[in-house]
């Protein structure tokens, strides 16, 4: 493979040795308005083009796109978290307005995508959050158009996000005003968010890395709820954000790139 940027160039073979597979998922993104059959085309072998690189399995990945692709599913995820004995909220996946959610959970749930969900309709852009509503207000003659997941309420909590790298791990807890967020903290504006260092029990480490590593990936963006002394899985991200949890001399930058020139599993 030849890659060509201004006057410079550069002939990939087999002997790549890393391979850093950043934010892959872009070509699902919902377009404002019909595609051209030029972007069509583009898009499709473009996306097309992306997973034959796996052909480069010799390399190593940060995180290779097939494990990427499979812990990108959240029931999957949430059934191999369970294995390892991390706590789950209970879980219905279900687009049927009869399914006996209020019983099995609660009245009152959580409401979440069973994928990251950014819809645009003309120039604005529908980004899907966990919501905190009842059962009765979900069941209604549109439910069955699409699935959704409903989870049991975890409250009140605290938010933790672990990222894993390798065999590195950090953990900060997110708090608004000191105290901790009903509900989605994404929804609160960035400048009443607090991030600090947090320091997990040492099963709850060991649980993290092990679904980093049973999930195949060398990275991982974990969401945790602590409440009333329990750990409780949210989801993890293969492709999560963590450039605004890294400060100076913290040293997940580094780690990154150390995983990538000198890997540590």
Same mark, same amino acid.
Request: proline share 4%; aromatic share 10%; with cysteine.
């Given at each position: 493979?030849?890659?060509?940027?201004?006057?410079? &160039?550069?002939?990939? #073979? *087999?002997?790549?040795?890393?391979?850093?597979?950043?934010?892959?998922?872009?070509?699902?993104? &919902?377009?404002?308005?019909?595609?051209?059959?030029?972007?069509?085309?583009? !898009?499709?072998?473009? *996306?097309?083009?992306?997973?034959?690189?796996?052909?480069?399995?010799? %390399?190593?990945?940060?995180? !290779?796109?097939?494990? @990427?692709?499979?812990?990108?599913?959240?029931?999957?995820?949430?059934?191999?978290?369970?294995? /390892?004995?991390?706590?789950?909220?209970? @879980?219905?996946?279900? +687009?049927?307005?009869?399914?006996?959610?209020?019983?099995?959970?609660? *009245?009152?749930? %959580?409401?979440? &995508? =069973?994928? @990251?969900?950014?819809?645009?309709? +003309?120039?604005?852009?529908?980004?899907?959050?966990?919501?905190?509503?009842?059962?009765?207000?979900?069941? #209604?003659?549109? /439910?069955?158009?699409?699935?959704?997941?409903?989870?049991?309420?975890?409250?009140?909590?605290?938010?933790?996000?672990?990222?894993?790298?390798? +065999?590195? /791990?950090?953990?900060?807890?997110?708090?608004?005003?000191?105290?901790?967020?009903?509900?989605?903290?994404?929804? =609160?504006?960035?400048?009443?968010?607090?991030?600090?260092?947090?320091?997990?029990? @040492?099963?709850?480490?060991?649980?993290?890395?092990?679904?980093?590593?049973?999930?195949? /990936?060398?990275?991982?963006?974990?969401?945790?709820?602590? &409440?009333?002394?329990?750990?409780?899985?949210?989801?993890?991200?293969?492709?999560?954000?963590?450039?605004?949890?890294?400060?100076?001399?913290?040293?997940?930058?580094?780690?990154?790139?150390?995983?990538?020139?000198?890997?540590?599993?």
């Amino acid at each position: 493979m030849i890659c060509r940027h201004g006057r410079q &160039s550069w002939f990939i #073979d *087999e002997s790549l040795r890393s391979v850093w597979w950043r934010q892959p998922t872009f070509l699902r993104n &919902s377009p404002n308005a019909a595609l051209l059959l030029e972007e069509q085309l583009k !898009h499709s072998q473009w *996306e097309a083009f992306m997973r034959g690189l796996m052909l480069f399995d010799d %390399a190593v990945w940060n995180n !290779h796109p097939a494990a @990427t692709y499979q812990a990108e599913s959240k029931p999957y995820q949430l059934r191999k978290a369970a294995k /390892l004995g991390f706590s789950v909220p209970l @879980t219905i996946i279900t +687009n049927d307005r009869y399914a006996e959610v209020s019983k099995l959970i609660s *009245e009152d749930i %959580a409401i979440k &995508s =069973i994928d @990251t969900l950014l819809l645009r309709e +003309n120039s604005k852009q529908h980004f899907g959050y966990t919501t905190l509503t009842t059962w009765s207000e979900c069941a #209604d003659e549109f /439910l069955h158009l699409a699935p959704v997941t409903c989870q049991s309420i975890i409250t009140p909590k605290i938010d933790l996000r672990v990222t894993v790298i390798g +065999n590195k /791990l950090w953990c900060d807890e997110i708090r608004m005003s000191g105290d901790g967020i009903d509900g989605d903290w994404r929804l =609160i504006k960035k400048d009443e968010l607090v991030f600090r260092s947090f320091s997990l029990p @040492t099963d709850i480490e060991k649980k993290c890395f092990l679904l980093v590593k049973n999930l195949g /990936l060398r990275y991982g963006a974990i969401d945790l709820a602590f &409440s009333e002394g329990v750990f409780w899985f949210i989801e993890i991200n293969p492709t999560g954000e963590w450039g605004w949890l890294d400060r100076p001399g913290r040293g997940i930058s580094e780690a990154i790139a150390a995983e990538l020139t000198c890997p540590s599993i």
